[in-house]
């Protein structure tokens, strides 16, 4: 009987748990009031992992990347040790910039409603 879901599947999850605390320290030490993992998606050969994060407070965003990605060698270390993988995956991290979007629309139909 197959699963149902596929093991990169719940590979991502996992990966998306272990870094929760690690990236929101990250982010507090970078100057970041709010810094969340809103998806990670990785790929079927389990290599590649790709972590969005979402950034409040953030001024920024060129540095906070930066500053992640010098950060991706120890966050891959926590993965490996955590899950415990033959392999672990290559984190990639983005910027998930949903949340101010919404915001900004949020704050255009507030205007809207207002006229």
Do not use: C
């Not at 879901?5 to 709010?34: C, K, Q, T, W, Y």
């Amino acid at each position: 009987m197959p699963r149902e879901f596929p093991r990169h599947v719940r590979v991502a999850e996992n990966i998306r748990r272990v870094l929760a605390e690690p990236v929101a320290r990250a982010g507090r030490d970078a100057g970041v009031s709010m810094l969340t993992i809103t998806n990670v998606d990785v790929a079927p050969d389990l290599t590649q992992a790709k972590v969005a994060v979402s950034a409040f407070g953030l001024q920024d965003s060129r540095a906070l990347m930066e500053w992640l990605r010098d950060q991706r060698p120890a966050m891959r270390q926590t993965v490996a040790r955590e899950l415990r993988l033959k392999k672990s995956p290559t984190i990639a991290f983005v910027l998930d910039d949903s949340i101010a979007k919404a915001a900004r629309i949020g704050d255009l139909l507030m205007e809207r409603k207002l006229d």
